[in-house]
DNA sequence: ACTCTGGATTTAAAAAGCGAACTTATCCAA
DNA sequence: TTGGATAAGTTCGCTTTTTAAATCCAGAGT
Protein backbone atom coordinates (compact mmCIF):
# COMPACT_ATOMS: atom_id res chain seq x y z
CA UNK A 1 0.00 0.00 0.00
CA UNK A 2 3.16 2.20 0.89
CA UNK A 3 4.13 3.78 -2.42
CA UNK A 4 7.52 5.00 -0.84
CA UNK A 5 10.13 1.83 -2.02
CA UNK A 6 12.38 -0.26 0.65
CA UNK A 7 14.83 1.37 1.91
CA UNK A 8 17.75 0.03 4.49
CA UNK A 9 18.89 3.34 5.45
CA UNK A 10 17.54 6.89 4.32
CA UNK A 11 19.55 8.66 1.82
CA UNK A 12 21.13 11.59 4.15
CA UNK A 13 22.64 10.72 7.16
CA UNK A 14 21.04 12.25 10.04
CA UNK A 15 24.53 13.73 10.96
CA UNK A 16 24.09 16.07 7.62
CA UNK A 17 20.62 16.36 7.30
CA UNK A 18 19.39 19.71 8.01
CA UNK A 19 15.88 17.70 8.96
CA UNK A 20 17.09 16.00 11.88
CA UNK A 21 18.85 19.50 12.79
CA UNK A 22 15.29 21.33 13.11
CA UNK A 23 14.47 18.06 15.30
CA UNK A 24 17.33 18.31 17.53
CA UNK A 25 15.91 21.83 17.77
CA UNK A 26 12.12 21.73 17.92
CA UNK A 27 10.86 18.15 18.38
CA UNK A 28 9.96 18.33 21.71
CA UNK A 29 6.84 18.38 23.07
CA UNK A 30 7.21 21.18 25.36
CA UNK A 31 9.12 23.17 22.85
CA UNK A 32 6.41 23.09 19.96
CA UNK A 33 3.89 24.12 22.39
CA UNK A 34 5.94 26.60 23.62
CA UNK A 35 6.03 27.88 19.82
CA UNK A 36 2.74 27.37 19.56
CA UNK A 37 1.62 29.70 22.31
CA UNK A 38 4.24 31.88 20.99
CA UNK A 39 2.34 32.17 17.33
CA UNK A 40 -1.10 32.98 19.62
CA UNK A 41 1.04 35.85 20.88
CA UNK A 42 1.86 34.93 24.41
CA UNK A 43 5.23 36.20 25.24
CA UNK A 44 5.64 36.16 29.21
CA UNK A 45 6.66 33.42 31.58
CA UNK A 46 3.90 33.10 34.18
CA UNK A 47 1.35 33.04 31.03
CA UNK A 48 3.57 30.31 29.28
CA UNK A 49 3.18 28.41 32.19
CA UNK A 50 -0.30 28.77 32.69
CA UNK A 51 -0.94 28.14 29.25
CA UNK A 52 1.15 24.61 29.09
CA UNK A 53 0.76 23.45 32.81
CA UNK A 54 4.21 22.54 33.15
CA UNK A 55 7.46 22.53 35.32
CA UNK A 56 8.95 26.03 35.65
CA UNK A 57 12.33 24.71 35.45
CA UNK A 58 11.41 22.80 31.91
CA UNK A 59 9.71 25.95 30.75
CA UNK A 60 12.86 27.94 32.04
CA UNK A 61 15.51 25.73 30.43
CA UNK A 62 13.34 25.28 27.02
CA UNK A 63 12.87 29.35 26.59
CA UNK A 64 16.65 29.50 27.27
CA UNK A 65 17.60 26.95 24.41
CA UNK A 66 15.10 28.49 21.78
CA UNK A 67 16.90 31.91 22.60
CA UNK A 68 19.96 30.12 22.07
CA UNK A 69 18.65 28.83 18.48
CA UNK A 70 17.89 31.39 17.33
CA UNK A 71 13.80 30.94 17.56
CA UNK A 72 13.06 33.37 20.31
CA UNK A 73 14.14 37.12 21.00
CA UNK A 74 14.56 38.07 24.72
CA UNK A 75 14.03 41.60 25.71
CA UNK A 76 12.66 43.77 28.20
CA UNK A 77 8.78 45.09 28.25
CA UNK A 78 7.14 47.35 30.44
CA UNK A 79 3.89 48.02 31.25
CA UNK A 80 3.20 51.37 32.76
CA UNK A 81 3.38 51.25 37.08
CA UNK A 82 5.52 47.90 36.79
CA UNK A 83 8.94 46.76 36.14
CA UNK A 84 10.53 45.84 33.93
CA UNK A 85 10.35 41.99 32.78
CA UNK A 86 11.60 40.05 29.88
CA UNK A 87 9.44 38.98 27.35
CA UNK A 88 9.98 36.39 24.54
CA UNK A 89 8.74 36.45 20.74
CA UNK A 90 9.28 34.82 17.79
CA UNK A 91 12.29 36.38 15.76
CA UNK A 92 11.95 35.90 11.82
CA UNK A 93 13.44 32.29 12.35
CA UNK A 94 10.61 31.24 14.27
CA UNK A 95 7.73 33.33 12.89
CA UNK A 96 8.96 31.36 9.82
CA UNK A 97 7.86 27.97 11.49
CA UNK A 98 4.02 28.61 11.18
CA UNK A 99 3.38 27.26 7.82
CA UNK A 100 4.74 23.96 9.64
CA UNK A 101 2.81 24.34 12.72
CA UNK A 102 -0.82 25.60 10.51
CA UNK A 103 -0.03 22.52 8.64
CA UNK A 104 0.31 20.10 11.13
CA UNK A 105 -2.86 22.21 12.73
CA UNK A 106 -5.05 20.93 9.65
CA UNK A 107 -3.31 17.68 9.72
CA UNK A 108 -4.68 17.28 13.11
CA UNK A 109 -8.19 18.36 12.39
CA UNK A 110 -8.30 15.98 9.55
CA UNK A 111 -6.90 12.93 11.41
CA UNK A 112 -7.68 13.42 15.13
CA UNK A 113 -10.83 16.05 15.10
CA UNK A 114 -12.89 13.18 15.15
CA UNK A 115 -15.48 14.93 12.59
CA UNK A 116 -15.87 17.69 15.00
CA UNK A 117 -15.39 21.34 13.40
CA UNK A 118 -12.09 22.60 14.18
CA UNK A 119 -11.79 25.28 16.55
CA UNK A 120 -9.79 27.22 14.60
CA UNK A 121 -9.67 27.91 11.13
CA UNK A 122 -7.39 29.76 8.60
CA UNK A 123 -8.29 32.52 6.18
CA UNK A 124 -7.09 35.25 3.41
CA UNK A 125 -7.82 38.39 4.69
CA UNK A 126 -11.25 39.74 3.35
CA UNK A 127 -12.20 36.60 2.31
CA UNK A 128 -13.95 33.76 3.95
CA UNK A 129 -12.71 30.38 2.21
CA UNK A 130 -10.38 28.29 4.18
CA UNK A 131 -6.71 28.26 3.15
CA UNK A 132 -4.10 25.32 3.92
CA UNK A 133 -0.42 24.41 4.14
CA UNK A 134 0.57 23.32 0.63
CA UNK A 135 3.43 22.70 -1.90
CA UNK A 136 3.71 25.91 -4.32
CA UNK A 137 6.83 26.54 -7.15
CA UNK A 138 8.50 29.35 -8.57
CA UNK A 139 5.18 31.06 -9.36
CA UNK A 140 2.71 30.26 -6.51
CA UNK A 141 1.25 27.80 -8.46
CA UNK A 142 0.71 24.74 -5.97
CA UNK A 143 2.01 21.56 -6.61
CA UNK A 144 0.19 18.49 -5.23
CA UNK A 145 2.14 15.78 -2.87
CA UNK A 146 2.33 13.22 -5.47
CA UNK A 147 3.85 15.67 -7.79
CA UNK A 148 6.88 16.12 -5.48
CA UNK A 149 10.52 14.36 -6.54
CA UNK A 150 13.70 14.54 -3.49
CA UNK A 151 16.74 15.31 -5.43
CA UNK A 152 19.75 14.21 -3.92
CA UNK A 153 22.54 16.96 -4.42
CA UNK A 154 25.64 15.73 -6.85
CA UNK B 1 9.27 43.56 15.35
CA UNK B 2 6.73 41.17 16.30
CA UNK B 3 3.70 41.35 14.28
CA UNK B 4 1.55 38.77 16.50
CA UNK B 5 -0.48 41.05 19.12
CA UNK B 6 0.27 40.00 22.73
CA UNK B 7 -1.74 37.48 24.12
CA UNK B 8 -1.99 36.17 27.78
CA UNK B 9 -3.94 32.70 26.66
CA UNK B 10 -4.01 30.92 23.86
CA UNK B 11 -7.44 31.47 21.77
CA UNK B 12 -7.86 27.74 21.57
CA UNK B 13 -6.84 25.79 25.15
CA UNK B 14 -4.58 22.94 24.33
CA UNK B 15 -7.11 20.30 25.94
CA UNK B 16 -9.26 20.77 22.46
CA UNK B 17 -6.82 21.94 19.98
CA UNK B 18 -5.99 19.84 17.38
CA UNK B 19 -2.38 21.17 16.91
CA UNK B 20 -1.59 19.73 20.46
CA UNK B 21 -3.29 16.83 20.03
CA UNK B 22 -0.96 16.51 17.30
CA UNK B 23 1.99 17.22 19.17
CA UNK B 24 0.96 14.80 22.20
CA UNK B 25 1.38 11.87 19.30
CA UNK B 26 4.81 12.97 16.86
CA UNK B 27 6.24 15.86 19.08
CA UNK B 28 9.20 13.80 20.33
CA UNK B 29 12.57 13.38 18.82
CA UNK B 30 12.54 9.79 18.20
CA UNK B 31 8.85 9.53 17.03
CA UNK B 32 10.12 12.50 14.38
CA UNK B 33 13.15 10.59 13.51
CA UNK B 34 11.05 7.45 13.01
CA UNK B 35 8.78 9.38 10.66
CA UNK B 36 11.32 10.80 8.64
CA UNK B 37 13.12 7.45 8.07
CA UNK B 38 10.30 5.93 6.95
CA UNK B 39 9.41 8.63 4.88
CA UNK B 40 12.96 7.75 3.46
CA UNK B 41 11.41 4.12 2.59
CA UNK B 42 13.00 2.07 5.99
CA UNK B 43 11.05 -0.55 6.89
CA UNK B 44 12.35 -2.93 9.48
CA UNK B 45 13.23 -2.60 13.10
CA UNK B 46 16.97 -3.14 12.60
CA UNK B 47 17.05 -0.66 10.28
CA UNK B 48 15.31 2.25 11.89
CA UNK B 49 17.80 1.31 14.90
CA UNK B 50 20.60 1.36 12.93
CA UNK B 51 19.37 4.06 11.29
CA UNK B 52 18.74 6.29 13.83
CA UNK B 53 21.16 4.66 17.05
CA UNK B 54 18.39 4.74 19.64
CA UNK B 55 18.01 2.15 22.47
CA UNK B 56 16.19 -0.20 21.00
CA UNK B 57 13.79 -0.33 23.92
CA UNK B 58 12.82 2.92 22.81
CA UNK B 59 12.26 1.90 19.31
CA UNK B 60 10.49 -0.61 20.48
CA UNK B 61 7.78 1.79 22.04
CA UNK B 62 7.53 4.17 19.61
CA UNK B 63 6.92 2.05 17.19
CA UNK B 64 3.80 0.39 19.44
CA UNK B 65 2.82 3.80 19.83
CA UNK B 66 2.90 4.74 15.95
CA UNK B 67 0.74 1.71 14.99
CA UNK B 68 -1.56 2.59 18.09
CA UNK B 69 -2.35 5.81 16.89
CA UNK B 70 -2.63 4.92 13.17
CA UNK B 71 0.34 6.37 11.51
CA UNK B 72 2.57 3.30 11.10
CA UNK B 73 0.98 -0.47 9.74
CA UNK B 74 2.72 -3.50 11.09
CA UNK B 75 2.20 -6.24 8.80
CA UNK B 76 4.52 -9.56 8.02
CA UNK B 77 6.91 -9.48 5.55
CA UNK B 78 8.64 -12.59 4.33
CA UNK B 79 11.87 -12.49 2.44
CA UNK B 80 12.73 -16.03 0.57
CA UNK B 81 14.38 -18.39 2.58
CA UNK B 82 14.10 -16.43 5.90
CA UNK B 83 11.39 -16.25 8.28
CA UNK B 84 8.06 -13.52 8.49
CA UNK B 85 9.00 -10.60 9.93
CA UNK B 86 7.07 -7.27 11.05
CA UNK B 87 7.58 -4.47 8.67
CA UNK B 88 6.03 -0.86 9.17
CA UNK B 89 4.95 0.96 6.73
CA UNK B 90 3.22 4.47 6.97
CA UNK B 91 -0.59 4.58 6.83
CA UNK B 92 -1.88 7.54 4.40
CA UNK B 93 -2.41 9.10 7.53
CA UNK B 94 1.52 8.95 7.84
CA UNK B 95 1.90 9.42 4.69
CA UNK B 96 0.02 12.73 4.99
CA UNK B 97 2.45 13.99 6.99
CA UNK B 98 5.49 14.16 4.49
CA UNK B 99 4.26 17.96 3.86
CA UNK B 100 5.20 18.95 7.15
CA UNK B 101 8.48 17.10 6.97
CA UNK B 102 9.15 18.57 4.10
CA UNK B 103 8.44 21.85 5.26
CA UNK B 104 10.79 21.24 7.97
CA UNK B 105 13.81 20.39 6.08
CA UNK B 106 13.28 23.43 4.46
CA UNK B 107 13.04 25.35 7.16
CA UNK B 108 16.36 23.64 8.46
CA UNK B 109 17.74 24.35 5.25
CA UNK B 110 17.33 27.99 5.60
CA UNK B 111 18.36 28.45 8.74
CA UNK B 112 20.15 25.58 10.04
CA UNK B 113 22.27 24.68 6.63
CA UNK B 114 25.32 27.47 7.35
CA UNK B 115 25.35 28.30 3.42
CA UNK B 116 25.58 24.92 2.23
CA UNK B 117 23.59 23.10 -0.17
CA UNK B 118 21.21 21.40 1.29
CA UNK B 119 21.84 17.58 0.43
CA UNK B 120 17.97 17.06 -0.32
CA UNK B 121 15.56 19.31 -2.38
CA UNK B 122 12.42 18.82 -3.84
CA UNK B 123 10.63 19.94 -7.63
CA UNK B 124 7.92 19.10 -9.25
CA UNK B 125 8.08 16.06 -11.35
CA UNK B 126 9.47 17.09 -14.99
CA UNK B 127 10.76 20.26 -13.39
CA UNK B 128 14.17 21.43 -11.68
CA UNK B 129 13.00 24.40 -10.44
CA UNK B 130 12.27 24.08 -6.71
CA UNK B 131 9.42 23.71 -4.78
CA UNK B 132 8.99 25.35 -1.30
CA UNK B 133 6.22 25.11 1.97
CA UNK B 134 3.22 27.95 1.24
CA UNK B 135 -0.11 28.55 2.33
CA UNK B 136 -2.53 28.49 -0.52
CA UNK B 137 -6.33 29.33 -0.96
CA UNK B 138 -8.72 27.47 -2.63
CA UNK B 139 -8.05 27.92 -6.13
CA UNK B 140 -4.53 26.69 -5.26
CA UNK B 141 -2.93 30.22 -5.70
CA UNK B 142 -0.32 31.09 -2.95
CA UNK B 143 -1.54 33.54 0.20
CA UNK B 144 1.27 35.95 1.79
CA UNK B 145 2.02 35.02 5.18
CA UNK B 146 1.20 38.28 6.11
CA UNK B 147 -2.58 37.68 4.83
CA UNK B 148 -3.22 35.35 6.86
CA UNK B 149 -5.91 35.67 9.29
CA UNK B 150 -7.26 33.30 11.90
CA UNK B 151 -10.75 32.38 12.58
CA UNK B 152 -12.43 30.77 15.71
CA UNK B 153 -15.44 29.01 15.46
CA UNK B 154 -18.32 30.82 16.57
C1' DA C 1 19.24 -31.11 17.59
C1' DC C 2 21.91 -27.05 17.04
C1' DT C 3 22.88 -22.51 15.36
C1' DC C 4 21.94 -18.18 13.32
C1' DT C 5 19.28 -14.02 13.05
C1' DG C 6 16.02 -10.44 13.45
C1' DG C 7 12.67 -8.62 16.71
C1' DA C 8 11.77 -7.48 21.17
C1' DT C 9 12.04 -7.48 26.55
C1' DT C 10 14.63 -7.21 31.03
C1' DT C 11 17.63 -4.73 34.07
C1' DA C 12 20.11 -1.26 36.54
C1' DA C 13 22.32 3.17 36.27
C1' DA C 14 21.90 7.91 34.40
C1' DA C 15 19.14 11.61 32.91
C1' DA C 16 15.12 14.25 32.67
C1' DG C 17 10.76 15.57 34.40
C1' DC C 18 7.89 17.01 38.13
C1' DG C 19 5.59 20.20 41.89
C1' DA C 20 6.22 22.96 45.71
C1' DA C 21 8.67 26.18 48.00
C1' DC C 22 11.98 29.62 47.85
C1' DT C 23 14.74 33.73 46.00
C1' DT C 24 15.29 37.97 43.57
C1' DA C 25 14.22 42.45 41.83
C1' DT C 26 11.44 46.36 41.31
C1' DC C 27 7.39 49.15 41.70
C1' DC C 28 3.92 51.32 44.73
C1' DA C 29 1.83 52.67 48.86
C1' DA C 30 1.94 53.59 53.74
C1' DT D 1 12.15 53.50 54.50
C1' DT D 2 9.56 49.88 55.34
C1' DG D 3 6.37 46.61 53.73
C1' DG D 4 3.62 44.27 50.31
C1' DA D 5 2.55 42.83 45.68
C1' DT D 6 4.16 40.76 41.58
C1' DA D 7 6.71 38.36 37.88
C1' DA D 8 10.65 35.68 36.77
C1' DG D 9 13.12 32.60 37.66
C1' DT D 10 16.02 28.85 40.88
C1' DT D 11 16.49 25.19 44.44
C1' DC D 12 15.20 20.89 46.19
C1' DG D 13 13.60 16.21 46.82
C1' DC D 14 11.16 12.78 44.47
C1' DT D 15 9.32 10.12 40.44
C1' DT D 16 9.42 8.77 35.78
C1' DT D 17 11.75 8.07 31.49
C1' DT D 18 15.88 7.11 28.83
C1' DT D 19 19.76 4.67 28.01
C1' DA D 20 22.92 0.75 27.01
C1' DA D 21 23.93 -3.79 27.58
C1' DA D 22 22.54 -8.31 28.22
C1' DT D 23 19.12 -11.54 27.58
C1' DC D 24 15.13 -13.86 25.58
C1' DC D 25 12.47 -15.84 21.79
C1' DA D 26 10.78 -17.93 17.52
C1' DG D 27 11.57 -20.00 13.27
C1' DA D 28 14.79 -21.22 9.11
C1' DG D 29 18.67 -23.42 7.68
C1' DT D 30 22.32 -26.99 8.60
Known amino acids: MSQIPLARRSPVPPESCNLAKAIDIIGDR ?3 LILRAALYGVRRFDDFQAELGCPRTVLSGRLKNLVEAGLLTKRP ?3 PGKRARPEYTLSSMGL ?3 PILVGLTQWGDAWLGQGETPPISFTKVGSKSA ?3 AF ?3 EG ?3 RPDQIRAVLRG
Open 30 to 32: WTL
Open 131 to 133: IRA
Open 136 to 138: VDL
Open 141 to 143: REV
Open 96 to 98: SLR
Open 77 to 79: YKS
